[in-house]
């Protein structure tokens, strides 16, 4: 994708998209909000990341930097295929606006499992030979993880530094063994990720057949229990029980008095080097097959990133050292060629961020709820943007711009509804018109502004345990109304098809 191309889009994750099934997934309802951002005159859909969740259901901490979320992997198209018989609901159903993880996990696993049975007892012989080439493209990562979750399912979830010690430590022998015991277990696990790889590939084709692209987001840090912590614990900063001595984070800033201690292990940025950063490499291919652009989260912390003591609590102790900068993306950009990559540049940011994200020739990203606690000047004011930018009413961890608006201090509020000339009832048209009107090449908008919905709809609060991550819409929601409005801004700011805005001859 161009990322120099002047366009809008909206930010939906999967899991946000109706459906019968207690979660949006890859099914139906993905390939008709396609054919509704495509009526609307988007041409981006961006995503949070769509590897596996992990505590507290973030897709920010998943357990493979690799793999996709399994419970994306739509049912209709295995019920097509006569793998599986058609889905009966629990009792109730499930709860068409949230997704209640609880519930919906375990019966979806049941479902899956089904379909693998289904498929090891029903598939034809080309849909075998499809799934056996696949397995063997992506086995530099494939075969890590399937062995992974087969050792770690039946131990329920039991981090991997509790294992046997052969097997934590990889022991040749164990290994071998472990495959040979688990061996329908990983050919489970396998045969998921065939099936989401699949179905993403497809809707990847069919958006881009109708002129949209698909925008990914690549954490930067791993889950220290994680495939890739247990494949290549040399990478990481750990001891030699395979404990972390120090993890990731951010120091205390005006969101929090105790900063944020996010416990991921820190990478050995001298052994990535020593190898070309190939690891990071194969995640960048990886990522680009599901995708036309991503954004790296926490992209401050490539230019320089805060170690916190293990043993500490919270962020208040650290240090901040120096990251690998821009031969990093040198390497892979001299493996993968120019990369279509969007830096998230937010929090705590310092001159070398910025001169590692204009080396680079990245984007970063302007968030117009931040603009209104200044003056004229704030950076986050549309007047004061570059085109080398992607402008957003706000983000999957901020309010919603109608709750924003509710929670507001007076001074903000008169100010922003000053600059956009608007009020309570209007302020997402009038943040959504002021980012598609501004110089940003790129203009997103989080479905629930779009939708012009309050605080009880935001997808995350950071820092808060419990709740998130679980927001879905209805299409009944969606008016044509919405449709139309959304689709004459788009195109009267050059962004969308001009005849969108239907002028009379």
């Given at each position: 994708m161009d990322l120099t191309q002047r366009c809008a889009g909206v930010l939906l994750h999967i899991t946000s998209l109706p459906g019968p099934h207690g979660i949006g997934d890859f099914g139906p309802d993905a390939y008709r909000f396609v054919d509704w951002l495509q009526a609307a005159g988007q041409r981006l859909w961006q995503w949070l990341p769509s590897t596996p969740i992990g505590p507290g259901d973030s897709p920010y901490q998943g357990v493979s930097a690799f793999a996709g979320s399994q419970w994306m992997v739509a049912l209709e198209p295995l019920v097509e295929r006569g793998w599986l018989a058609a889905p009966s609901l629990p009792p109730g159903g499930f709860d068409a606006l949230r997704v209640d993880y609880g519930r919906v996990l375990p019966w979806r696993e049941?479902?899956?499992?089904?379909?693998a049975a289904g498929f090891a007892a029903k598939a034809t012989v080309a849909d075998r030979a499809a799934y056996q080439a696949w397995c063997e493209s992506q086995a530099g990562w494939l075969d890590d993880y399937a062995l992974f979750m087969?050792?770690?399912?039946?131990?329920?979830?039991?981090?991997w530094w509790e294992w046997p010690a052969p097997l934590a430590r990889r022991d040749a022998a164990a290994l071998a063994a472990a495959r040979l015991d688990h061996a329908d277990e990983i050919t489970f696990w396998k045969f998921v990720q065939w099936c989401f790889d699949t179905q993403c590939g497809a809707l990847k084709r069919?958006?881009?057949?109708?002129?949209?692209?698909?925008m990914g987001d690549l954490p930067i840090f791993v889950a220290h229990d994680s495939a890739d912590c247990w494949s290549r614990p040399d990478l990481y900063l750990l001891d030699d029980d395979f404990q972390t001595t120090v993890v990731a984070g951010v120091p205390p800033d005006d969101l929090g008095p105790l900063g944020q201690r996010w416990g991921n292990p820190l990478y050995r940025w001298d052994k990535m080097a020593d190898e070309n950063y190939a690891w990071w490499t194969a995640r960048v291919q990886r990522a680009l097959t599901s995708a036309d652009v991503f954004?790296?989260?926490h992209f401050r912390g490539f230019a320089g990133y805060f170690e916190i003591p293990a043993e500490s609590p919270d962020a208040r102790q650290g240090r901040w050292l120096k990251g690998p900068g821009k031969p990093l993306f040198d390497a892979i950009e001299a493996a993968l060629g120019k990369l279509p990559i969007v830096a998230e540049d937010l929090g705590f940011i310092t001159p070398d961020v910025h001169e590692l994200r204009d080396g680079c020739g990245f984007p970063g990203m302007k968030i117009l709820q931040f603009g209104f606690g200044g003056d004229g000047s704030h950076e986050f004011l549309p007047h004061?943007?570059?085109?080398?930018?992607?402008?957003?009413?706000?983000?999957?961890?901020?309010?919603?711009?109608?709750?924003?608006w509710d929670h507001a201090s007076p001074r903000e509020r008169a100010y922003a509804g000053s600059y956009l000339a608007c009020g309570e009832h209007d302020?997402?048209?009038?943040?959504?018109?002021?980012c598609c009107n501004s110089v940003a090449n790129m203009a997103v908008f989080p479905m629930q502004d779009v939708l012009g919905l309050p605080s009880s709809h935001r997808m995350n609060i950071p820092g808060v345990l419990g709740g998130n991550w679980s927001w879905r819409f209805s299409w009944p929601m969606v008016q044509p109304e919405t449709t139309r409005v959304l689709g004459l801004i788009t195109a009267a700011s050059g962004r969308g098809p001009f005849e969108l805005l239907k002028l009379p001859c």
């Open positions: 049941a479902q899956l499992r089904a379909a087969a050792i770690r399912s039946p131990r329920g979830g039991q981090p069919y958006a881009n057949e109708r002129g949209v692209s698909l954004r790296i989260d004061n943007w570059s085109r080398a930018s992607v402008a957003y009413t706000g983000t999957h961890d901020n309010d919603t711009v109608r709750g924003w302020v997402h048209w009038a943040m959504i018109r002021a």
